[in-house]
Nanobody, 124 residues
Framework: QVQLVESGGGSVQPGGSLKLSCEPR????????MAWFRQVAGKMREEVAG???????SYADLVKGRFTISRDDVKNMLYLEMNSLRPEDTAVYYC??????????????????WGQGTQVTVSS
């Protein structure tokens, strides 16, 4: 059974930083088949950061230059470092992993495992 366990969310002032972590328990595929999404209540879930088919980091336009996705294959962890946070970054952030290699990289249209989500609130 696959379980994605996220941590690191919280409240921060505008301009602040947070680092999210995701531990993919029981997941046998590469962390290149994982990504970060976020969702605001009442809106569609959107991809924030992930990897393209060549293993290069890819980002939503709204977070480019501020967010950094990384992975530690030894610890089998996925991270999202978020800097220069803005109020519009407030959302529940989810870690996602494609259910198989046919669902890599994960998108909103692929079959994915999802974490429970971690709240990020940016407010003064």
């Amino acid at each position: 059974q696959v379980q994605l366990v996220e941590s690191g969310g919280g409240s921060v002032q505008p301009g602040g930083s947070l680092k999210l972590s995701c531990e993919p328990r029981g997941y046998t595929y590469s962390s290149l088949c994982m990504a970060w999404f976020r969702q605001v209540a009442g809106k569609m879930r959107e991809e924030v950061a992930g990897w393209d088919n060549y293993g290069r980091a890819s980002y939503a336009d709204l977070v480019k230059g501020r967010f950094t996705i990384s992975r530690d294959d030894v610890k089998n962890m996925l991270y999202l470092e978020m800097n220069s946070l803005r109020p519009e970054d407030t959302a529940v952030y989810y870690c996602a992993a494609g259910v198989s290699s046919h669902h890599c990289p994960p998108t909103t249209r692929t079959q994915n495992y999802w974490g429970q989500g971690t709240q990020v609130t940016v407010s003064s």
